[in-house]
């Protein structure tokens, strides 16, 4: 087919997107794509795509359009100014370029295809090429709107929300099909925004499949910051580090190990009334970055946790691999207050296929495949004191959860592959073509 993708963000910041169109090539489709300005890495405009350069460019066989857009920056005000500027000059895009003709195609396209992060408004581009050239629009809806502005401390009830919600609505309303990630994300849309079953169905995302082939078994071990050579539990969180990521949950939550530098010389009794060694210290691993970056880790340092956790910053994906031999386990919390809570992380696929017991605060569809796969334990979401219990039930006893790495791979082996996402995403598209 010939795919023409409409997502304000895209190569060369990292985005799931990215790998996506890399895919749809791969696989023998022609895909243009219709973006706007990279600048989630720093929120500035880099300098190589001012001034009108590199508004044309080819990644991985896809042929690349861009538009000019604000630099995000930081606030509200500037992130909406970001989000306006690509659905207005997105629009002006695709109703004066001719996209029936690009260095991929010559004859036309068969279908739009929207990759909806924040902000929807991504899709407006989009819909304009809907009218302009009668082709049909699949939106693949990762974040739900109007809920995501209230990460912005816009409050529902308020004109502003309203507002926001009533264009919402439109834009959804004019998409031919959404594809979901997350199964809760069919009850929101129906009742919040009055998208009809009929048109939605379910497409959670695919994960690195070939993680699953990989020896990620710990082999980097650490010890004790008591230094009395006691072996660490290692906890690893990898990805982005924001407000819908609620990490003060976990940093707070890593209270219950201050100061514990573990001894393997002393008994304790466990639940079930057996007499086993102490458990050993425990090292929070912090990889990645984000808008809420710096603030966790003040958050950490204020409650003095800096000899428990480390926090590296940013790391491309395949230098990341490399965390998973560090880790026992990994961790992973999302904000429950909204629905924003019932997004189904990327992480927690990434984490299975990594065969790692899963330790979560989380509610929605994180929890519920947590519960199927038997991978873990998951506490509510924001209940620190929930989730400072769950660590250190496991800290006190790893080897109870030695079976959940491998269900957890075979969860994602039935659910999340690359294979089962392309064949289901063709399959919608081949019959709204």
């Known amino acids: 087919m010939k795919?023409?993708?409409v997502?304000?963000?895209?190569?060369?910041?990292?985005?799931?997107?990215?790998?996506?169109?890399?895919?749809?090539?791969?696989?023998?489709?022609?895909?243009?794509?219709?973006?706007?300005?990279?600048?989630?890495?720093?929120?500035?405009i880099p300098p190589e795509y001012k001034h009108?350069?590199?508004?044309?460019?080819?990644?991985?066989?896809?042929?690349?359009?861009?538009?000019?857009?604000?630099?995000r920056r930081h606030g509200p005000i500037w992130r909406s100014l970001s989000y306006l500027s690509f659905a207005f000059n997105g629009s002006l895009k695709a109703?004066?370029?001719?996209?029936?003709?690009?260095?991929?195609?010559?004859?036309?396209?068969?279908?739009?295809?929207?990759?909806?992060?924040?902000?929807?408004?991504?899709?407006?581009?989009?819909?304009?090429?809907?009218?302009?050239?009668?082709?049909?629009?699949?939106?693949?809806?990762?974040?739900?709107?109007?809920?995501?502005v209230k990460a912005m401390n816009i409050e529902e009830g308020t004109i502003a929300y309203?507002?926001?919600?009533?264009?919402?609505?439109?834009?959804?309303?004019?998409?031919?099909?959404?594809a979901v990630s997350s199964k809760p994300f069919f009850e929101y849309m129906e009742q919040v925004n009055g998208i009809s079953r009929d048109v939605m169905s379910y497409l959670p995302q695919f994960g690195d499949g070939s993680l699953l082939n990989m020896d990620t078994a710990k082999r980097i071990s650490n010890t004790g910051a008591g230094g009395d050579g006691a072996a660490c539990v290692d906890l690893l969180f990898i990805g982005n580090i924001g407000k819908a990521q609620c990490l003060d949950t976990l940093i707070r939550a890593m209270v219950v190990f201050k100061g514990d530098t573990g001894s393997s010389g002393v008994?304790?009794?466990?639940?079930?009334?057996?007499?086993?060694?102490?458990?050993?210290?425990?090292?929070?691993?912090?990889?990645?970055?984000?808008?809420?970056?710096?603030?966790?880790?003040?958050?950490?340092?204020?409650?003095?946790?800096?000899?428990?956790?480390?926090?590296?910053?940013?790391?491309?994906?395949?230098?990341?691999?490399?965390?998973?031999n560090r880790a026992d386990a990994c961790v992973l919390t999302l904000d429950g207050s909204t629905h924003i809570g019932d997004t189904l992380p990327g992480k927690l696929q990434t984490y299975m296929a990594a065969g790692k017991p899963v330790i979560a605060?989380?509610?929605?569809?994180?929890?519920?495949?947590?519960?199927?796969?038997?991978?873990?334990?998951?506490?509510?979401?924001g209940d620190s004191d929930a989730?400072?219990?769950?660590?250190?039930?496991?800290?006190?006893?790893?080897?109870?959860?030695?079976?959940?790495?491998?269900?957890?791979?075979?969860?994602?082996?039935?659910h999340f592959m690359e294979e089962t996402h392309f064949e289901t995403l063709e399959g919608v598209l081949k019959l709204m073509v």
């Open 3 to 5: 795919i023409l993708v």
């Open 7 to 44: 997502t304000e963000c895209f190569w060369p910041d990292i985005y799931a997107v990215n790998d996506i169109v890399e895919k749809l090539v791969s696989r023998g489709h022609a895909v243009t794509v219709l973006t706007g300005l990279p600048d989630y890495t720093t929120s500035l």
């Open 52 to 71: 009108g350069r590199n508004r044309h460019q080819e990644y991985k066989g896809a042929d690349v359009y861009r538009v000019p857009t604000i630099a």
């Open 95 to 148: 109703r004066f370029h001719d996209f029936s003709r690009t260095a991929v195609w010559n004859d036309g396209f068969d279908a739009i295809y929207v990759w909806e992060v924040s902000p929807v408004t991504m899709a407006v581009p989009a819909i304009t090429l809907k009218k302009k050239y009668h082709k049909p629009l699949f939106l693949y809806c990762m974040d739900i709107w109007p809920e995501c």
């Open 162 to 178: 309203k507002l926001i919600h009533a264009w919402t609505k439109r834009i959804y309303r004019q998409c031919d099909h959404i």
């Open 267 to 324: 008994m304790s009794r466990g639940d079930d009334g057996k007499r086993r060694n102490a458990a050993a210290p425990v090292h929070l691993h912090m990889v990645g970055g984000g808008s809420d970056y710096d603030r966790i880790r003040a958050l950490s340092a204020e409650l003095g946790l800096d000899d428990i956790i480390t926090f590296y910053g940013p790391v491309p994906f395949r230098e990341s691999l490399e965390f998973y």
């Open 361 to 381: 605060s989380a509610n929605g569809a994180a929890a519920q495949i947590i519960s199927e796969a038997g991978c873990g334990i998951c506490v509510p979401a």
């Open 387 to 414: 989730l400072g219990q769950a660590l250190k039930k496991y800290a006190d006893d790893p080897a109870a959860y030695a079976d959940c790495g491998e269900n957890a791979r075979r969860y994602f082996h039935d």
